[in-house]
C-alpha cells in the first residue's frame, strides 16, 4: 500500500494491484511447497494426474474436471496451512476451537480428495468400462 498525503494509506489499484497480488500468490505456494509436506505430495501427485488427465479424457468437460479437482485438492491445502498457521500464530496452548478450526480445514481437504476419486472414478468409468 502507499500512503497519500493526507497521511491515510491507500490501496493499489489496477495492473499494480494485480501485480503484486500475483507475487504475493507465489511467495503463498513456494511457502507452502517449503513448509508443508502434504503440499509437497499434492504437486507431486498433480505432476503425474494432470498429464494423464492429458490422455484418459475424452472430451475437453472431461479433461476441465479430471484438472480441475487436481487443482481443488491443492486450493484446500492451501487454505487448511492458512488455518493451521493462524491457529499455532494464535497461542500453543490447547483450545477446543484451535482444535476445532484444524479438524475442520483436514476435513475439507479430505472431501476435495473424495472428489477428485469420484469424478477420475466416473470418467475412468465412462471411458473404458461403458
Given amino acids: 500500500m502507499s500512503e497519500s498525503e ?29 513448509q508443508e509436506p ?11 494426474l494432470i498429464p494423464l488427465a492429458c490422455f484418459i ?13 487436481c487443482l481443488l485438492v491443492m486450493a484446500f491445502e492451501l487454505v487448511n496451512s492458512a488455518i493451521e498457521a493462524v491457529v499455532d500464530r494464535a497461542g500453543t496452548e490447547f483450545h477446543e476451537l484451535a482444535g476445532l478450526a484444524k479438524d475442520l480445514g ?8 473424495a472428489i477428485g476419486a469420484l469424478v ?8 473404458y468400462v461403458l
Avoid at 502434504?38 to 503425474?48: I, L, M
Avoid at 483436514?106 to 480428495?113: G, N
Avoid at 477420475?120 to 471411458?127: D, I, K, P, Y
Fill in 38 to 48: 502434504a503440499f509437497r505430495y499434492e504437486v507431486w501427485g498433480s505432476a503425474v
Fill in 57 to 69: 479424457a475424452e472430451s475437453p468437460m472431461q479433461l476441465a474436471a479430471l484438472i480441475s479437482t
Fill in 120 to 127: 477420475w472414478g466416473a470418467v475412468l468409468w465412462e471411458n
Fill in 106 to 113: 483436514s476435513a475439507v481437504v479430505m472431501v476435495s480428495l
Fill in 6 to 34: 493526507n497521511g491515510y494509506s491507500t490501496k493499489n489499484t489496477g495492473l499494480k494491484r494485480f501485480y503484486l497480488a500475483s507475487i504475493y500468490s507465489i511467495q503463498g505456494m513456494k511457502a507452502a511447497y517449503a
